[in-house]
């Protein structure tokens, strides 16, 4: 059974056109839930963690947010510059590993 | 300063081969993974060092793969004798405690 599943699989969205991405997650003791942003070619790149339910950060144009299921990273006025693939992952509190989803592939069009 | 860093950046070998990869990780820092991502697939936990221990196996696929940490330091992984499901992409990551792991631009493995 999958822990991290990522909706939807590839966005595409006009310059300024916001929208959110989903993660859903399945832990029997969530420490921490991770959002990284990759280019292709390179490897991913921190953007947040968040460790309780209600919990939100934020930066430029990027908002995540956290509930007991799932988490949200919303995307506020994008830009052709915010084109990359998301990565969600999360953390149990029996390890370190990071348990990774699939990702979205989104694309934002001049 | 200094992020991860990996090498080489790609590999090309033929099945049976061995192929070594290495990881330096920011300094400072007393933890290091591996990660894998194949084709179509989410990225992948293989192992977890503290300094130059092993904490974390788990993710290991087989005992063709074999990861050290000499000093604490710079790790390899290693894949002897490599087989074709063994191509991927591999990511080196680390951290100063449990949050934020820093990933590194990873080696592309191709086994022909």
């Known amino acids: 059974e999958d822990q991290v599943t990522q909706s939807p699989e590839a966005l595409r969205l006009q310059e300024g056109e916001s929208s959110s991405l989903n993660c859903s997650y399945t832990?029997?003791?969530?420490?921490?839930l991770f959002w990284y942003r990759q280019d292709p070619g390179k490897g991913p790149e921190f953007l947040f963690t968040l460790y309780s339910a209600g919990e939100e950060k934020e930066k430029e144009r990027l908002k995540a947010t956290l509930t007991k299921k799932e988490s949200f990273l919303h995307i506020t006025a994008p830009k052709p510059e915010d084109s990359a693939t998301y990565l969600c992952a999360v953390q149990e509190y029996s390890g370190y590993a990071l348990n990774f989803g699939k990702g979205t592939s989104l694309l934002v069009t001049p | 300063e200094a992020g991860v860093t990996q090498f080489p950046s790609h590999s090309v070998i033929e099945k049976g081969q061995t192929v070594t990869l290495r990881c330096d990780p920011i300094?400072?820092?007393?933890?290091l993974y591996w990660y894998r991502r194949v084709m179509g697939k989410e990225i992948k936990f293989l192992l977890h060092f503290v300094k130059e221990s092993k904490q974390d196996e788990s993710g290991m696929p087989n005992n063709r793969f074999l990861a050290e940490r000499t000093g604490g330091t710079y790790s390899t992984l290693k894949v002897q004798p490599a087989e074709l499901e063994d191509s991927g992409v591999y990511f080196c990551?680390?951290?100063?405690?449990?949050?934020?792991?820093?990933f590194g631009p990873g080696t592309r493995l191709t086994v022909l």
């Open positions: 990551a680390s951290s100063q405690d449990w949050y934020e792991q820093f």
């Open positions: 832990v029997s003791g969530l420490r921490g």
């Open positions: 300094s400072g820092h007393d933890n």
